[in-house]
């Protein structure tokens, strides 16, 4: 019965909002404009250090989010510049290359003092400004038969804001998206050239949507370290095929796909550990096995989707994203 | 400005090449690296050639169907695990410890042959069923990315999160004056230039794998001209797997070691060769991966070295905007 | 109203002191194309020392296959470059400038296999094409009022435009679902939303039923009758002598005659050239 109370929980907690940011920043790039951003970790990454690395110099909340976008923003705009003139699969394997290497560099020794290097940094270097702002007591509040903190980490003030910022991003991406300048990425995704006879400056649109998905994608990880912590690990190649799978599920170009895709799977995935857990005795499956197990369904998951439902639950088949 | 980008762009080749030469020379000779630097040049090419091994097989695929294989890194795992069985539980206690090392070139060999089968299977049981449905590639690509992340968890499971060694001796390197070599590393390498000698041969001179350039080239003229397409890409996948799993055993003998993700870590550096030498080129990956290999290695005389692998994706994506057709590759066929 | 034409080889008349030879200058040409030379590897595929377009007419460019045609029209309309050449639209150099910037200076194009963007509805298509649009700035998209009226005045424009090309009752449909033909008539009337001066046609009549061929005649000599210049690729010799007041053949690259469409027609020069290449085509048809 705990449970299904906990996989409740999950539907809206903080890390669910932090993915739902996430996809909807892959979403711009992917679903709207047809990039093949295979790198989004990587924005998450810089998004989440940005912020972290500001908060511990002393800047307030408002720089260390602004010095965070900027920094997904350049990054967009240093992957783009190569590759937004070249072939789909060019920017695939240039933005996976560049999320691993902002992944090593944040491993790296070289960097410790700033990074925290192979550790990362810990969650109480820098969440004590944003717990600070939180209208909530700081103890342990109940709502119905579910229990969080005021304040601290996955807190319920952290959980409305960051699916605030959800509901925001959504009404974002609506509003560009029925907009001329949704419409020329449209074009775009399907037929670059049909674009350009059209008088539009494809690779200036291209660069946009990169980087506005990126800027996305940077709060997303600024949302995950504000819940948990700033580890590079946790913000490798599985999670940016973890967001794939969320935002394919959801349903790509759709308003409602990247929420929908991430409240669902997420706590589908966190029910089947769940019960892998508690009906499974810990020698035929341990905890960690259980985690390997969940990300085999992932992986599954994915090839399942776009193999029989490319347009995922609330896309529509016939403005499939995907080009063959 | 622009002519000069243009002329760059022109003679992109012999300029990187001559940069590369002067930069090597300077490291050999600079009081600061030149007693390291012989060293992990010899280290950089073992690298690099089994590097080559491995990602041949991720060429051929792209060449012949288009699809860039982010499984072909399990693969590579695939060839390490499957020998590590072998050897543990079957061979090497069936024969006497002084033949161990013949239980693990029995275990090596099987582990190739059984791997070549999944390549086998696969082709028959998904990527050619896949390719039927009219299924286009960028949807295969990512059908091939939840393999990837289903096999490495798979994996996981089975063998757990530590390191393993596939061979428990401790052997003296060989010592050749300014350079050491371990016998591992030299076996490798041997291995690796004998398999990779295989595979040129077979390109160059069979009918078969002039077939097969000619698929990779232009699939639609070579099935005009009569060849059967859909038996070369299976045997693509056949030898890719094959390789891919020669290359990890030898690569495990080398890094003294290997865990559930060591084909995962190099898949991007596997990218970066086939990338660097020429999407679809396979003697282009071979000359990807042995920069790619120099590279990392060299990049430890004035680079941190656990940026070794950042150093190398780096070069990628500089030469991806120079020459994004890569080394060996057409300029026409890009964009 | 189609406006009739005359089936009399007459010369349309700012064409009438023209030589009827490669290069022939016209008395107000609104592009001027000069020494293009575009190799691929060892094959020459152009090589056109001058051509000029007249304003406000008909021509069109034919040849026999690999003639070169649809590379001097990506050429001139930027969606190739050459190693050399240099050509003007209104005086003003378009030499080095993208696909895009061709465009918006007014010279838009039809490609010969259809781009009509299929996932996007018909009037999604047509108001595409519309040029200047303010919504299309990222930060201006956030805020309707600063598009809403652009985009009507937009979308009155594509409607007309629907019309006059019998598309209107499908301007909801997605232009996936048309025939070829309408696709071909969708591309032309989408091309038309930006008011171009000269409207480039790579063989608008490829692949389309006979029973609409008509029509698109109609439309393109409605074009030039509305003050529009049009250059168009065809293999249709039909079209080319019905509706075109100028014919440049090129052949292996070069231009090897020029003229009004019957003269042209009968030029042994010209039929050698299609001998062995295009021997079903009846060049001396209607004569």
New interface residues.
């Given amino acids: 019965m705990d449970l299904l109370i906990d996989t409740l929980q999950q539907l809206f907690s903080p890390l669910t909002a932090a993915f739902a940011i996430a996809a909807i920043g892959l979403n711009v790039h992917f679903g709207l404009t047809g990039l093949l951003n295979m790198g989004h970790a990587g924005f998450m990454l810089i998004g989440a250090y940005g912020y972290a690395i500001a908060t511990i110099q002393g800047a307030p909340i408002w720089l260390a989010v602004i010095i965070s976008l900027a920094g997904a923003g350049l990054f967009a705009l240093l992957l783009g510049w190569p590759t937004l003139k070249l072939r789909g699969d060019y920017l695939a394997i240039v933005t996976i290359a560049a999320a691993e290497m902002v992944r090593l560099v944040g491993r790296t020794q070289a960097l410790e003092p700033w990074t925290g290097a192979s550790t990362g940094i810990t969650g109480k270097e820098y969440k004590e400004p944003f717990e600070a702002t939180s209208p909530f007591p700081e103890r342990l509040i109940p709502v119905g038969p579910f229990e969080l903190h005021g304040t601290a980490s996955s807190s319920w003030w952290l959980t409305l804001v960051s699916w605030s910022v959800v509901a925001l991003l959504i009404v974002l991406y609506w509003l560009l998206q029925r907009s001329p300048w949704g419409r020329v990425l449209r074009g775009i995704r399907e037929d670059e050239d049909a674009v350009r006879s059209l008088g539009k400056n494809v690779y200036s649109f291209k660069m946009q949507a990169l980087v506005l998905g990126g800027m996305i994608g940077a709060l997303g990880g600024v949302s995950y370290a504000l819940g948990a912590q700033v580890h590079p690990d946790s913000m490798g190649r599985p999670t940016t095929f973890l967001i794939w799978t969320l935002l394919l599920l959801g349903g790509a170009a759709s308003v409602f796909g990247p929420a929908l895709g991430s409240m669902l799977f997420l706590a589908t995935q966190f029910l089947v550990k769940g019960v892998l857990d508690v009906f499974v005795p810990d020698d035929i499956v341990s905890a960690p096995q259980a985690e390997t197990i969940s990300l085999a369904f992932v992986g599954i998951t994915l090839m399942l989707l776009i193999i029989f439902r490319p347009q995922g639950i609330l896309g529509k088949r016939r403005e499939l994203a995907i080009n063959g | 400005m622009t002519n000069a980008l243009a002329w760059a762009r022109a003679h992109s080749m012999a300029l990187a090449g001559v940069l590369a030469v002067l930069f090597l020379v300077w490291l050999a000779v600079a009081p600061s690296t030149r007693d390291l630097f012989p060293q992990t040049l010899a280290n950089g090419i073992t690298f690099g050639l089994l590097l080559a091994l491995a990602s041949v097989g991720l060429s051929l695929v792209y060449g012949t169907t288009g699809l860039s294989n982010f499984a072909h890194g399990e693969q590579v795992t695939l060839g390490m695990v499957l020998t590590f069985v072998f050897h543990t539980m079957l061979f090497r206690d069936m024969l006497p410890s002084s033949m161990s090392d013949l239980s693990l070139i029995i275990s090596g060999t099987l582990a190739v042959l059984i791997a070549a089968s999944t390549g086998w299977i696969q082709d028959w049981g998904l990527w050619g069923r896949l390719r039927a449905r009219g299924i286009g590639v960028v949807q295969q690509m990512i059908v091939s990315i939840g393999l990837s992340l289903a096999m490495l968890n798979i994996i996981q499971y089975f063998i757990g999160g530590e390191r393993l060694r596939l061979d428990r001796k401790i052997r003296i390197p060989y010592d050749l004056g300014i350079i050491g070599i371990k016998p591992q590393a030299a076996a490798s390498i041997i291995i690796s230039l004998i398999a990779l000698g295989a595979v040129a041969y077979f390109l160059l001179k069979t009918r078969l794998g002039r077939a097969t350039r000619a698929v990779s080239d232009n699939p639609a003229l070579a099935s005009a001209s009569g060849i059967a397409v859909n038996h070369i890409v299976r045997l693509s996948w056949v030898f890719a797997t094959g390789l891919a799993a020669l290359g990890g055993i030898l690569l495990a003998l080398y890094e003294e070691g290997f865990a559930f993700n060591s084909g995962g870590r190099i898949l991007l550096l596997m990218f970066a060769a086939v990338t660097l030498g020429g999407l679809g080129q396979a003697f282009g990956a071979l000359a990807g991966a042995l920069v790619i290999g120099i590279v990392s290695e060299v990049s430890t005389l004035f680079m941190p070295p656990d940026l070794r692998y950042a150093t190398a994706l780096g070069i990628l994506i500089l030469v991806l905007l120079i020459r994004p057709q890569g080394i060996l590759g057409r300029a026409e066929r890009v964009g | 109203m189609a406006k009739k034409r005359s089936n009399a080889p007459a010369v349309h008349p700012a064409f009438a002191d023209v030589p009827h030879e490669p290069g022939a200058p016209k008395p107000d040409p609104v592009v001027v194309a000069h020494g293009i030379l575009r190799k691929?590897g060892g094959l020459t595929a152009v090589d056109v020392d001058h051509l000029e377009i007249q304003r406000n007419a008909i021509t069109a460019l034919i040849g026999p296959n690999g003639a070169g045609k649809s590379t001097l029209f990506n050429l001139l309309?930027g969606?190739d470059r050459p190693q050399n050449g240099a050509w003007e639209f209104n005086g003003h150099s378009l030499s080095s400038r993208?696909?895009?910037?061709v465009?918006?200076a007014g010279m838009?194009?039809?490609?010969q296999l259809t781009?009509?963007?299929?996932?996007?509805t018909v009037l999604?298509n047509m108001?595409?094409?519309a040029?200047g649009?303010?919504?299309?700035?990222?930060f201006?998209?956030?805020l309707?009022p600063l598009?809403g009226a652009q985009?009507e005045a937009h979308t009155e424009r594509a409607l007309a435009l629907l019309e006059r090309f019998k598309l209107l009752e499908k301007k909801d449909d997605?232009a996936?679902e048309l025939s070829g033909g309408q696709r071909k008539l969708l591309e032309m009337a989408?091309?038309l939303?930006?008011e171009p001066e000269i409207v480039m046609l790579d063989e608008p009549m490829a692949g389309v039923n006979p029973a609409l061929t008509e029509s698109l005649l109609d439309h393109i000599v409605q074009l030039r009758d509305e003050g529009v210049t049009v250059l168009f690729v065809e293999h249709d010799m039909h079209m080319v002598r019905r509706i075109s007041d100028w014919v440049v053949v090129m052949a292996e690259g070069r231009i090897i005659a020029e003229g009004p469409p019957h003269s042209v027609m009968s030029n042994p020069a010209v039929q050698d050239a299609y001998l062995g290449a295009h021997h079903d085509t009846d060049l001396s048809e209607g004569q």
């Fill in positions: 691929f309309t969606f993208s696909p895009a910037q465009a918006r838009v194009r039809t490609f781009k009509a963007l299929s996932r996007m999604e108001r595409l094409g040029a649009q303010r919504g299309e700035n990222i201006a998209a956030l309707q598009w985009e997605y996936g989408r091309a939303m930006s």
